[in-house]
């Protein structure tokens, strides 16, 4: 299969920003990518550095922008993953992936389970956690289990897609460090970042797409000075093996040939699902084992 990551900067407006992103997605489907995947909120600006209800208006549109990414998809026949900020009601929104298939229908959506409250990822303020649990959303090439950012770092999120048979992990990202740490800790985090999702693809034995923004944005409350956002965007290989990985401050669209059938090859090397004790895994519903 294959398939096409993007990695983009805000462009400063939804309509530059999307029309950057389209012009990267025709380039894709001419070269035959069949799944298109984009990086978390990708067509705003990242909102949730500070605590501002305004902010609640850029989800007005989420209906508009449905159908105006589903006739993307079908323009261009891919299956595309999505992240849009959903208003669900009044005073109710999800950071939300929604899935298109190449006929631009919705395959399915997955509401972003787990919310960071931390310096300038103030996402609990606008996002509720989501409600339609861990569940792979089939569509004509496959069944995708798609998480977004946060959720990358819960070993759990990505052993139920597994089990639930998911072919693949896509985690729509937007992280990246403060100017004002120093080199060694942005190092620290941007390698974390990665080997944590090298453990999820080596323990389930699946391929992992995540495309992260790259670009520096202010923080307007100004507290800090703002995110830059590290890049890095990479695909992963059922062994944990890097099939590509950008730069941290690039713009990029790469196409990567993905062989699924190498799932089964490696769980039958490394039968981890087989050995698994789940008779004595009770502990993990607990929120702590204290005694």
Not at 189 to 208: D, M, P, R, T, Y
């Amino acid at each position: 299969m294959k398939i096409a990551l993007i990695q983009h900067k805000f462009q400063g407006s939804k309509e530059k920003t999307n029309e950057k992103i389209c012009a990267f997605i025709k380039e894709a489907a001419a070269k035959k990518a069949e799944l298109v995947c984009l990086a978390e909120l990708h067509q705003s600006e990242y909102f949730c550095q500070s605590e501002d209800v305004s902010k609640f208006d850029l989800a007005n549109d989420y209906e508009k922008d449905l159908k105006f990414w589903s006739c993307v998809a079908k323009e261009n026949s891919i299956v595309l993953v999505s992240s849009l900020f959903e208003k669900r009601a009044i005073g109710l929104y999800h950071n939300t992936a929604v899935v298109f298939d190449k006929d631009g229908s919705v395959a399915g959506k997955y509401r972003k389970m787990h919310i960071p409250d931390d310096p300038n990822f103030y996402e609990k303020f606008y996002f509720t956690p989501g409600d339609l649990g861990f569940e792979p959303i089939k569509t004509s090439i496959g069944k995708l289990g798609v998480l977004i950012c946060w959720d990358q770092w819960f070993v759990e999120a990505a052993r139920i897609m597994a089990l639930k048979g998911a072919d693949l992990l896509i985690y729509p990202t937007a992280i990246g460090y403060f100017d004002e740490d120093d080199e060694e800790e942005r190092k620290r985090q941007l390698e974390a970042w990665v080997l944590v999702q090298k453990g999820h693809s080596v323990a389930n034995g699946l391929h992992i797409i995540t495309p992260n923004r790259v670009g520096f944005e202010k923080d307007e409350s100004k507290t800090r000075s703002g995110i830059r956002f590290w890049g890095n965007s990479f695909v992963l290989g059922p062994q944990g093996e890097e099939l590509f990985r950008a730069n941290e401050k690039d713009e990029c669209l790469k196409i990567v040939d993905i062989d699924l059938k190498k799932s089964e090859n490696v769980r039958r090397w490394w039968p981890f699902l087989r050995d698994r004790r789940i008779e004595y895994f009770a502990d993990l519903q607990k929120r702590f084992c204290d005694n």
